[in-house]
């Protein structure tokens, strides 16, 4: 047990990957011999050589479309996208291909997309977004977001192994930034299974990614005033853990639902109908979301910072469903 | 009856589960002359037609409920300025304007109403009756209740309005009435209104029991008068807050009216009357010829001793309570896990009003007791009250087997809802000539000319069961076909 930074961790977890199962193999663009846009795959190449290490040319259709083929041929393959925001050049490999190839023809996908994704650093609109909402959408597909270290590895190894096509968005923003004691065996961290960040009785906040830090601090802020709030952490979205945000709604009545994401057609809107489907009776407030406004991801970092849900947003949004 | 204070004219409480009535008319004017009980309004409420009498005697100095209107019952609709009386200004009588929640309640059980039960003016505390529990400075008003909090009043039996919020506008949080429920916050007794004995006392025990309509004094004596005790069980519960209807929009070629307040009551009431009785019906063909011939001989002395007609109805209804003797099922009532048997029958007849306009269901009390003159009497005079609005409340209520009869019309067969609580009721079908199969004297079947008539029954399978019905039927039958002159 060491204290690693997220990127460690996906790192590490990556490598013992790849050190267990043969069949596992990474491709990218720069992945190889620069290792990597962020330096995930640092070193890689040298420790196992450039026909498992691959670096592609500037295409993710072809990168997606090549990872699909040696999937479906029984390889494990782990793509990088520099940015999440270009795997829209890749869709229609990933959603009319291989997001239907089990249903069309049985056969399993299991291929893994890291995408590194989010903001907050000045990255701009191509740079910057979170676009899980729409994958979330597209049946055939899973999608995971680690907000700690140790969940980035057990996530990854999980995405990995799952017979699906996982996409597995890492948020640029914790990198660096978080930091934590992470196992240093091989585990997998199931899909479907929120994490209780914290405990809390007055207010749940629903929330993934770097969200949970931000809902974190604003946890903080507003305990003095006397206000408990309860973060569930869902870690994966694709499936989602309905059972755990329902029995805490149940405990808490009162909702919110935080993410990075824009607003409209958010997964947060998906959450908030399913609570009010499912729990309509245990409600004492209305469903609440914080999410970035409808507008693309801005450069400016005064702008940035207005767009990106910021602690103290959350902070006042707890406060006004307290006193509601 | 001269008094020096305005007088207030209030919607009447026009039975126990009656929550509201429409206002069809005005007789009078603002600024008219009234006498003392002369009738001042008629309403419309779902269980009968009236006209509301003046509390007083002077000048209707103000009409603040328009015609067409509904109001909750205890709802200020007029009021009189007393002669000499100076007429107050309208701020001086927002003072005294009672909320509408504040109105007498509806009395639990064991109600007497006087017919209208407009206030004398010599009790104005009717209506000064203590604020139910809204809260100090609740003010009446109706906050938003959350799903949640909802859910655990009604789970825990707590009326949200005696929990004091600390939401928002004073907004009941679930903190709120989870701990009114755990500091041991009573249930609120049905239909409660803090009478002012109980005023002082702290929160009634949860044990309190909750008034029903099983009081002892309604139920096991079965007592010779049981009219006004035996008010039906189903109206008990008090009627939840009423849904403003949502307007709706008029189609091409359609045209739109509102429910009046009995349509929406007999809508209520065939629609829970189905979802609580298995309705079965059975028709019986009868014929008619002996009741024919008598009725023939009998017109002439009845119209002229008694100046009333021996209608068919009065036959059957003679025939089918006779009948009820041997079969008393047909005229009980299941009450929740029991079976109430009666020694007596309150007649329902049913009535339609013209035009569309609804129906009513004067009851004849004790029927048992009437012979066929008491009986055509009787129906002869409900049918007259029926039509001129002079129904009481008490006219209406507590029937346990009820006739219809729109075999007027040439109807040949229904199957008719039963009145609730009731579990069987008569459809009198028309009579027609039509050709039998009879026996003559040498024991020959030939075809003869008789007046055949159809009954349908509907009964309450929960209590009734098919051969049950049946051979109550088959008395009947009997009874009608063999008159026996002397025996009835």
Same mark, same amino acid.
């Given at each position: 047990?060491?204290?690693?930074?997220?990127?460690?961790?996906?790192?590490?977890?990556?490598?013992?990957?790849?050190?267990?199962?043969?069949?596992?193999?990474?491709?990218?663009?720069?992945?190889?011999?620069?290792?990597?846009?962020?330096?995930?795959?640092?070193?890689?190449?040298?420790?196992?050589?450039?026909?498992?290490?691959?670096?592609?040319?500037?295409?993710?259709?072809?990168?997606?479309?090549?990872?699909?083929?040696?999937?479906?041929?029984?390889?494990?393959?782990?793509?990088?996208?520099?940015?999440?925001?270009?795997?829209?050049?890749?869709?229609?490999?990933?959603?009319?291909?291989?997001?239907?190839?089990?249903?069309?023809?049985?056969?399993?996908?299991?291929?893994?997309?890291?995408?590194?994704?989010?903001?907050?650093?000045?990255?701009?609109?191509?740079?910057?977004?979170?676009?899980?909402?729409?994958?979330?959408?597209?049946?055939?597909?899973?999608?995971?977001?680690?907000?700690?270290?140790?969940?980035?590895?057990?996530?990854?190894?999980?995405?990995?192994?799952?017979?699906?096509?996982?996409?597995?968005?890492?948020?640029?923003?914790?990198?660096?930034?978080?930091?934590?004691?992470?196992?240093?065996?091989?585990?997998?961290?199931?899909?479907?299974?929120?994490?209780?960040?914290?405990?809390?009785?007055?207010?749940?906040?629903?929330?993934?990614?770097?969200?949970?830090?931000?809902?974190?601090?604003?946890?903080?802020?507003?305990?003095?005033?006397?206000?408990?709030?309860?973060?569930?952490?869902?870690?994966?979205?694709?499936?989602?853990?309905?059972?755990?945000?329902?029995?805490?709604?149940?405990?808490?009545?009162?909702?919110?639902?935080?993410?990075?994401?824009?607003?409209?057609?958010?997964?947060?809107?998906?959450?908030?109908?399913?609570?009010?489907?499912?729990?309509?009776?245990?409600?004492?407030?209305?469903?609440?979301?914080?999410?970035?406004?409808?507008?693309?991801?801005?450069?400016?970092?005064?702008?940035?910072?207005?767009?990106?849900?910021?602690?103290?947003?959350?902070?006042?949004?707890?406060?006004?469903?307290?006193?509601? | 009856?001269?008094?020096?204070?305005?007088?207030?004219?209030?919607?009447?409480?026009?039975?126990?589960?009656?929550?509201?009535?429409?206002?069809?008319?005005?007789?009078?004017?603002?600024?008219?002359?009234?006498?003392?009980?002369?009738?001042?309004?008629?309403?419309?409420?779902?269980?009968?037609?009236?006209?509301?009498?003046?509390?007083?005697?002077?000048?209707?100095?103000?009409?603040?409920?328009?015609?067409?209107?509904?109001?909750?019952?205890?709802?200020?609709?007029?009021?009189?300025?007393?002669?000499?009386?100076?007429?107050?200004?309208?701020?001086?009588?927002?003072?005294?304007?009672?909320?509408? $929640? +504040? #109105?007498?309640? !509806? /009395? %639990? @059980?064991?109600?007497?109403?006087?017919?209208?039960? *407009?206030?004398?003016? =010599?009790? &104005?505390?009717?209506?000064?009756?203590?604020?139910?529990?809204?809260?100090?400075?609740?003010?009446?008003?109706?906050?938003?209740?959350?799903?949640?909090?909802?859910?655990?009043?009604?789970?825990?039996?707590?009326?949200?309005?005696?929990?004091?919020?600390?939401?928002?506008?004073?907004?009941?949080?679930?903190?709120?009435?989870?701990?009114?429920?755990?500091?041991?916050?009573?249930?609120?007794?049905?239909?409660?209104?803090?009478?002012? $004995? +109980? #005023?002082?006392? !702290? /929160? %009634? @025990?949860?044990?309190?029991?909750?008034?029903?309509? *099983?009081?002892?004094? =309604?139920? &096991?004596?079965?007592?010779?008068?049981?009219?006004?005790?035996?008010?039906?069980?189903?109206?008990?519960?008090?009627?939840?807050?009423?849904?403003?209807?949502?307007?709706?929009?008029?189609?091409?070629?359609?045209?739109?009216?509102?429910?009046?307040?009995?349509?929406?009551?007999?809508?209520?009431?065939?629609?829970?009357?189905?979802?609580?009785?298995?309705?079965?019906?059975?028709?019986?063909?009868?014929?008619?010829?002996?009741?024919?011939?008598?009725?023939?001989?009998?017109? %002439? @002395?009845?119209?002229?001793?008694?100046?009333?007609?021996?209608?068919?109805? =009065?036959?059957?209804?003679?025939?089918?309570?006779?009948?009820?003797?041997?079969?008393?099922?047909?005229?009980?009532?299941?009450?929740?896990?029991?079976?109430?048997?009666?020694?007596?029958?309150?007649?329902?007849?049913?009535?339609?009003?013209?035009?569309?306009?609804?129906?009513?269901?004067?009851?004849?009390?004790?029927?048992?007791?009437?012979?066929?003159?008491?009986?055509?009497?009787?129906?002869?005079?409900?049918?007259?009250?029926?039509?001129?609005?002079?129904?009481?409340?008490?006219?209406?209520?507590?029937?346990?087997?009820?006739?219809?009869?729109?075999?007027?019309?040439?109807?040949?067969?229904?199957?008719?809802?039963?009145?609730?609580?009731?579990?069987?009721?008569?459809?009198?079908?028309?009579?027609?000539?039509?050709?039998?199969?009879?026996?003559?004297?040498?024991?020959?079947?030939?075809?003869?000319?008789?007046?055949?008539?159809?009954?349908?029954?509907?009964?309450?399978?929960?209590?009734?069961?098919?051969?049950?019905?049946?051979?109550?039927?088959?008395?009947?039958?009997?009874?009608?076909?063999?008159?026996?002159?002397?025996?009835?």
């Amino acid at each position: 047990m060491a204290e690693k930074t997220y990127l460690q961790a996906i790192s590490d977890g990556l490598r013992l990957e790849m050190r267990h199962d043969k069949r596992v193999f990474v491709i990218g663009e720069d992945v190889g011999v620069y290792g990597g846009a962020f330096k995930v795959t640092l070193g890689f190449q040298e420790e196992f050589g450039p026909w498992r290490v691959i670096d592609a040319p500037l295409s993710e259709a072809a990168i997606v479309g090549g990872c699909t083929g040696a999937a479906i041929m029984g390889m494990r393959p782990v793509a990088e996208m520099q940015f999440s925001d270009f795997i829209s050049c890749a869709w229609d490999q990933l959603v009319t291909v291989a997001a239907k190839q089990r249903w069309r023809a049985g056969t399993p996908v299991p291929m893994t997309v890291r995408l590194p994704s989010g903001g907050g650093f000045s990255g701009g609109p191509f740079h910057s977004q979170n676009p899980e909402s729409s994958f979330a959408h597209i049946p055939g597909l899973k999608v995971v977001c680690p907000a700690t270290p140790e969940d980035a590895k057990g996530l990854l190894a999980s995405a990995i192994q799952d017979p699906s096509p996982v996409l597995y968005f890492e948020h640029k923003h914790l990198y660096r930034r978080i930091k934590a004691e992470v196992p240093d065996e091989r585990y997998q961290t199931p899909f479907g299974e929120a994490r209780t960040h914290r405990e809390g009785d007055d207010i749940t906040v629903v929330t993934w990614g770097a969200m949970v830090w931000t809902a974190d601090e604003a946890a903080q802020q507003v305990e003095s005033d006397g206000i408990s709030v309860e973060i569930l952490d869902l870690r994966t979205l694709i499936p989602w853990d309905k059972k755990a945000v329902l029995e805490s709604v149940r405990k808490t009545s009162k909702v919110i639902v935080l993410h990075e994401d824009t607003h409209t057609g958010g997964f947060g809107g998906e959450i908030a109908a399913t609570i009010a489907e499912e729990a309509f009776e245990d409600l004492d407030a209305p469903v609440k979301r914080i999410a970035a406004p409808d507008t693309p991801v801005p450069f400016s970092p005064v702008l940035e910072k207005a767009y990106i849900p910021q602690v103290g947003d959350v902070a006042a949004g707890l406060r006004e469903l307290a006193e509601y | 009856m001269a008094t020096t204070s305005a007088i207030d004219v209030v919607m009447p409480q026009m039975g126990v589960s009656v929550s509201e009535g429409t206002i069809t008319k005005w007789l009078k004017a603002e600024g008219e002359q009234i006498a003392a009980d002369e009738p001042l309004l008629e309403i419309s409420t779902d269980k009968v037609d009236t006209e509301v009498p003046s509390p007083g005697e002077g000048v209707v100095q103000q009409i603040l409920v328009q015609e067409g209107e509904t109001v909750d019952v205890g709802t200020k609709l007029a009021v009189i300025a007393p002669p000499g009386a100076e007429a107050p200004g309208p701020a001086a009588e927002e003072t005294p304007e009672p909320q509408a $929640e +504040e #109105a007498p309640a !509806p /009395a %639990p @059980e064991t109600e007497t109403e006087p017919v209208a039960a *407009a206030p004398e003016p =010599a009790q &104005p505390p009717a209506q000064a009756a203590p604020a139910p529990a809204n809260g100090a400075d609740g003010a009446g008003e109706k906050t938003f209740v959350s799903p949640v909090v909802a859910r655990i009043a009604s789970e825990h039996g707590v009326d949200v309005g005696r929990v004091e919020g600390t939401g928002r506008g004073g907004r009941v949080t679930k903190k709120d009435i989870m701990a009114f429920v755990e500091s041991g916050g009573a249930p609120a007794p049905q239909g409660e209104r803090a009478p002012q $004995e +109980e #005023a002082a006392a !702290p /929160a %009634p @025990e949860p044990t309190a029991p909750e008034p029903t309509a *099983a009081e002892p004094a =309604a139920a &096991p004596e079965a007592p010779p008068e049981p009219a006004p005790a035996a008010a039906p069980p189903a109206a008990a519960p008090p009627a939840p807050a009423k849904p403003q209807p949502e307007p709706v929009a008029a189609g091409v070629g359609e045209t739109i009216e509102p429910m009046n307040a009995m349509r929406r009551g007999i809508a209520e009431h065939m629609r829970r009357s189905l979802d609580t009785s298995a309705h079965v019906t059975t028709v019986f063909e009868i014929d008619m010829a002996k009741v024919v011939a008598l009725r023939e001989k009998l017109k %002439p @002395e009845y119209q002229k001793s008694y100046g009333v007609n021996p209608t068919y109805l =009065a036959f059957i209804a003679r025939a089918t309570i006779e009948a009820m003797k041997n079969w008393p099922w047909v005229n009980a009532e299941i009450r929740g896990e029991q079976i109430v048997r009666k020694n007596y029958v309150n007649l329902g007849i049913a009535v339609a009003l013209g035009g569309g306009q609804g129906l009513i269901v004067p009851v004849i009390k004790n029927a048992e007791g009437l012979n066929l003159l008491g009986l055509a009497r009787a129906i002869a005079d409900i049918a007259e009250r029926s039509r001129n609005k002079k129904l009481t409340p008490d006219d209406v209520q507590g029937g346990t087997f009820t006739i219809t009869n729109p075999g007027g019309w040439g109807a040949i067969i229904g199957t008719p809802i039963i009145s609730q609580p009731q579990v069987a009721i008569l459809d009198v079908e028309a009579l027609v000539k039509r050709p039998v199969v009879v026996q003559d004297e040498s024991g020959q079947d030939v075809i003869a000319i008789r007046p055949m008539m159809n009954l349908c029954l509907s009964y309450d399978h929960r209590l009734v069961d098919g051969a049950y019905a049946a051979q109550f039927m088959k008395e009947l039958r009997e009874n009608l076909e063999s008159w026996d002159e002397s025996a009835y």
